[in-house]
């Protein structure tokens, strides 16, 4: 036996089973009559239209994500969104493939459905399973792009209907790594352009001239990338203005100054809302469509959201500074089916307030935290769920963020916050913590200090370490540690548990290099818990010889479980969770893979946990970012079963082998 896919494969037919056999299914709400936010997986681009033919507006969203790539059609049963600008939508049903950059535009009241250099003549029937090609590259800037957003317009008025391009270009921005030491981006923006394709020809029988960018004054139209470009005649003159969104969170709106056969653009205006704020998505990567969608004659904005969801943005009809006002972003709702929080879900399986059944207290991309709160009994395969609360410490809602410098991914990345949290009993006084780790890599705990059945957290504290000496410093970026605080890599899991069973809450997680490492906890001469400088006493196993390095932990036989060797925006990024997942009576790991790599304890000795990879706990691939893996016992029966929160934003659920 000399591969760990037979080894894998005897231990699963001990247990009862096959991997093969291993079926992961989504998480069910089960409860008629609750409301959720609308949603996609990751990256929505809503095409709002109406596609059953009733005569009201419905939500087509495409989502390009894995594992929930499609085009969905949420069904408007409210009616007339003239008489409610905001119908419940039914759940979301699959129509086709999805894809990046797909975009509804709007020609004599109809929707023209396109993607870069393709048309969907058939979609109401195929989605975008059967395009039209149009005969243009389908990249017309220079240079490679990320945003490549088609829209059909008659740009200057002639009758011809040409093409608008929005396009992002990432060549001076690079991508990582790119702070001095004072937290300054060195490299350049994101470039968001949009480019005019005449039609010369006919509507019949198009031909398009070159690209041309459009200017705005004396330089080309641009926005900070993801420029989703619509022209519309927001100030009623009779001319087409042009709305823009951005990679980040904010609109900007270009005034035109000339004619409807000349076009001619202010320079542009970020949008605000009716308040005097700015107008901002609560996320980024937003995809704004221009639609009267309540039927007032104001041109209102529909408008996907990174994490899948949808918003309503009303237009008030008022101008202020030569710019509409908008009222702020409102998300669509639907009938709960699947649940879902979010993009990159980070599910923490654990009983949050004291009930009895097992809850799940779950991060996303965002940088939010929630409570999902089951509402059946202990023994219950199925669970009731509620919709998802999002957390307050210290009476605020927590959401780490990146900002202007905190990613090291750059400043394209600053609503993120990427949460990732463990649930423990940190502090020895009987009320479960919180242990959180982000997109800044700065570990924080929030107490309870509540009651075992209400919980409530006070505000973020530093998990603090005993160097030896000073504190290992991560060998990328400008962050540096503060003191005691332990600063690591970036998007893993910080695992309290009390790893030694010793009685004490240990952290078990990612050092600065990469490395698992366990960090111990102790009482002081005073009785004061603390954690000691991080060992890295996890290493693989040499029991079955020639074995290999995993691509899971790339540590050779006898060598410390090295989790990812990358650095900068390549670091970090695994997802753990500890538990006995062969129930042998020793802690395992479940560790992020295509869902999760079963990383089997397989002895102990000398102060040292040995290791070897499994392999997954299912043959279905359900990655696009990290799968983040925990456990739960939804039926009682004290086994522990599988739940991966995957980039969709759902869970998915996977009874455990050895149950019986």
């Known amino acids: 036996m000399k591969t760990r896919t037979l080894l894998a494969s005897l231990l699963l037919l001990a247990l009862g089973t096959h991997a093969e056999s291993a079926e992961l299914q989504r998480l069910k709400y089960n409860h008629p009559g609750l409301e959720v936010d609308l949603g996609v997986g990751l ?180 926005v900070f990338g993801w420029p989703s470009p619509n022209f519309i005649d927001f100030d009623g003159d009779g001319d087409l203005d042009l709305l823009c969104g951005e990679f980040v969170d904010g609109f900007t709106y270009f005034q035109n100054t000339g004619t409807r056969n000349k076009p001619k653009y202010a320079l542009g205006k970020r949008l605000k809302a009716a308040d005097g704020t700015y107008l901002t998505m609560d996320l980024q990567m937003i995809t704004p469509t221009a639609i009267d969608w309540n039927k007032d004659g ?56 004291g ?36 957390l307050e410490a210290d009476g605020k809602v927590i959401r780490p963020m990146a900002g202007a410098n905190g990613s090291i991914q750059g400043p394209c990345e600053a609503k993120w916050g990427y949460t990732t949290q463990s649930v423990a009993d940190w502090d020895g006084d009987g009320l479960p913590d919180l242990m959180v780790n982000s997109i800044l890599g700065k570990v924080h705990w929030y107490q309870n200090i509540g009651t075992r059945t209400e919980p409530k957290l006070a505000a973020a504290q530093s998990v603090e370490v005993e160097w030896d000496g000073e ?105 753990l969770c500890a538990v006995d997942w062969d129930q042998d009576g020793q802690m395992d790991l479940l560790v992020n893979a295509a869902n999760a790599s079963f990383v089997r304890q397989t002895r102990s000795a000398d102060g040292k946990w040995f290791f070897k990879d499994m392999g997954l706990v299912s043959p279905t691939n359900i990655e696009g970012h990290d799968v983040s893996p925990t456990v739960v016992d939804f039926n009682g029966d004290g086994v522990p079963d599988f739940l991966g929160g995957a980039e969709d934003g759902y869970l998915y659920y996977l009874r455990n082998p050895s149950a019986k």
């Open 298 to 353: 104001k041109v209102d904005l529909i408008v996907g959201d990174e994490d899948g969801r949808v918003a309503f943005v009303e237009n008030t009809g008022e101008f202020k500074d030569g710019a509409p006002l908008f009222k702020e972003p409102v998300y669509f709702k639907q009938e709960a089916d699947e649940v879902k929080f979010g993009a990159l879900a980070t599910p923490v399986g654990y009983d949050w307030d």
């Open 43 to 222: 990256w929505a681009w809503p095409l709002p239209m109406d596609f059953d033919g009733d005569g009201d507006l419905d939500l087509v969203v495409n989502c390009p994500d894995k594992p929930y790539n499609g085009v969905y059609f949420f069904e408007n049963v409210t009616g007339d969104t003239a008489k409610n600008a905001m119908p419940v939508f039914k759940p979301g049903r699959r129509i086709s493939k999805g894809m990046q950059n797909v975009q509804v535009s709007y020609v004599d009241g109809k929707p023209v459905v396109m993607s870069p250099a393709m048309t969907y003549p058939d979609f109401l029937s195929t989605g975008i399973d059967k395009g039209q090609k149009i005969e243009l590259p389908n990249n017309i800037h220079p240079n490679k792009v990320r945003a490549n957003m088609w829209r059909m317009v008659d740009y200057d008025g002639d009758g011809n209907n040409d093409i608008i391009v929005g396009v992002g270009d990432w060549t001076e921005y690079g991508w990582d790594n790119a702070y001095d030491e004072n937290g300054r981006w060195m490299n350049g923006p994101i470039r968001g352009y949009v480019y005019w394709l005449r039609n010369t020809a006919s509507n019949e029988k198009p031909e398009y001239a070159k690209p041309v960018k459009v200017m705005s004054g004396d330089r080309p139209v641009e």
């Open 355 to 390: 009930d009895g059944d097992m809850d799940i207290i779950c991060g996303n991309t965002a940088g939010h935290i929630a409570f999902i709160e089951n509402l059946s009994s202990a023994k219950v395969e199925s669970p009731k769920w509620a919709a998802p609360k999002l």
């Open 471 to 575: 504190q290992p410093v991560l060998a990328y970026g400008w962050l540096r540690p503060e003191g005691k605080a332990l600063l690591t890599q970036w998007r893993t899991t910080p695992v309290a548990v009390d790893w030694n069973k010793d009685g004490l809450v240990d952290l078990v997680m990612l050092d600065q290099q990469g490395y698992l490492a366990f960090f111990e906890r102790f009482k002081d001469g005073k009785g004061t818990l603390k954690l000691k400088h991080p060992q890295r006493v996890f290493v693989a196993d040499a029991t079955v010889e020639g074995d290999p390095p995993t691509k899971y932990f790339q540590a050779a036989a006898g060598e410390p479980l090295w989790m990812n060797k990358k650095i900068a925006g390549g670091s970090g990024r695994r997802k």
